[in-house]
């Protein structure tokens, strides 16, 4: 009989597998400093473009005085116990109230990691009978919440509105066989290519078809619509989302999510959320400093106003110098390029040593062969100087490309690979 292990001493998984060539560079980089445009990489200075922090909050002096204050005043154990238990307090109230009337709904419910709040919300949502339609691309947390689902799941092309109407004809036809309900899932900004869930269109569908609309608008939250309530906000469907999801990890700058919905469908989930009613609550100076950062997000449209300066300063100086974005309709910018994984590495590293810019990247298997997709997230903290700096760097980097140097560079390594 084998062991347990043998598998994991055989192979470290799909990522784990490149880790001797890329841990502590690629993946696990470590970037040092105060959260801003500019940190430090390996001790060299770089413009940082791969960090949620959309509003610039988390550094924000106001921010970080809050922080302070209610770390001092309540520590980090502060309420001890689940919510249902021990660990409710005046203040989870108010922010669940603040978030609600924030994302225009009647209740919100706070959750202490968007990821398992999100798998919980899913399994909570749905029992064997009802069925998911969800979209193929989604973000990991709804897969795996869709992993939990004892009954049918059909999942549609990305974003494509045929596909989405075929399956929620097959899923009607199953729910009347089966009794059950109809959930579907969609992002509200997908958060690798930036385009929004069709929300629009997928909120018409309900007059020919029953279902409920759940959206995770991680990316949206803070970012889009008028107010910043997000993508539904944005598309003028905010009140046809059924259940409303967002983390406090891009915009707000922190750690929790929350949900919102009818009062209704919130007193249902606060009972039956597992993720919530078997964890520890969350902890009082998270609660006082997102109450601090939805303030700020109410009363200083400037930082919204200053996130777009910057998102439309890079998205229009790419195209104008003919990078493919493809069809962002977000702050997310992916700048697609021609190359192998080893031209992709030698890229990325003479972005970080030459040009002094850190942002992520994603090759095959996240996106198909041949193509390099590097990943850039504006800020309100970035200025218009590091976007010049960044488009610069951008047409040295295809250029040499282009031209065969990173080839030339990686061939050893592109025949170890077998590319
Ligand atoms: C679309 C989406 N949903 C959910 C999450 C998970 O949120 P959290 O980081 O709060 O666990 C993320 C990442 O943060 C995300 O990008």
């Known amino acids: 009989m084998k062991d347990l292990f043998d598998k994991i001493y055989a192979d470290k998984g799909p990522l784990g597998r490149w880790a001797d060539k890329a841990e502590g560079y690629f993946v696990f980089p470590k970037l040092e400093g105060p959260i801003s445009n500019r940190m430090k990489f390996q001790g060299k200075d770089v413009i940082t473009w791969s960090i949620n922090d959309y509003l610039g909050l988390a550094n924000h002096p106001e921010v970080r005085k809050i922080d302070a204050e209610a770390g001092s005043k309540y ?12 660990g409710h307090t005046d203040m989870h109230e108010q922010l669940q ?26 399994d909570a949502l749905v029992s064997k009978n009802d069925i998911i339609v969800y979209d193929v691309d989604a973000h990991a947390c709804i897969i795996d919440g869709v992993r939990l689902h004892a009954g049918k799941r059909f999942t549609y092309r990305h974003n494509d509105m045929e596909s989405i109407e075929k399956n929620l004809m097959r899923a009607t036809k199953l729910a009347e066989k089966t009794g059950g309900g109809i959930l579907l899932i969609s992002e509200g900004v997908f958060g690798m290519r930036g385009e929004q869930g069709k ?13 409920r609309l759940f959206v995770d608008d991680a990316h949206g939250f803070g970012t889009l619509g008028k107010t910043g309530a ?7 469907v905010q009140d046809q989302i059924d259940v409303y999801f967002a983390t406090f990890a ?64 890079l998205q229009n100086g790419l195209k104008e110098r003919g990078f493919d974005i493809g069809t962002t309709q977000s702050c997310v910018t992916p700048v697609y390029l021609k190359g192998s994984i080893p031209e992709a ?3 990325v590293k003479d972005l970080r040593e030459n040009h002094g810019i850190f942002c992520s990247i994603v090759v095959y298997p ?10 850039l997230i504006p800020t309100a903290s970035h200025t218009l100087q590091d976007v010049e700096e960044t488009l610069d760097a951008f047409s040295a980097i295809r250029q040499k490309l282009e031209t065969g140097v990173y080839k030339r560079l990686t061939a050893a390594m592109a025949a170890e690979m077998g590319e």
């Open 75 to 86: 520590g980090s154990a502060y309420p001890m116990g689940a919510r249902m238990m021990s």
């Open 97 to 122: 109230n603040e978030l609600a009337a924030f994302v225009q709904k009647e209740a919100a419910y706070l959750l202490n990691f968007g990821y398992q709040g999100m798998v919980s919300t899913i």
């Open 199 to 211: 929300l629009k269109e997928i909120v018409a569908l309900k007059e020919k078809y029953k279902f």
């Open 230 to 236: 997000g993508a539904g906000e944005e598309q003028g």
């Open 250 to 313: 891009k915009s707000m700058a922190s750690t929790g999510a929350f949900i919102a919905a009818d009062q209704e469908i919130i007193d249902y989930l606060k009972y039956n959320l597992r993720s919530q009613m078997f964890a520890k609550s969350l902890q009082m100076q998270l609660v006082e400093g997102a109450l601090k950062r939805l303030d700020m997000l109410r009363t200083m449209p400037e930082l919204k106003a200053k996130l777009w300066e910057n998102v439309n300063a």
């Open 345 to 347: 590495m030698a890229l």
């Open 366 to 375: 996240v996106i198909p062969k041949g193509l390099i997709l590097l990943r």
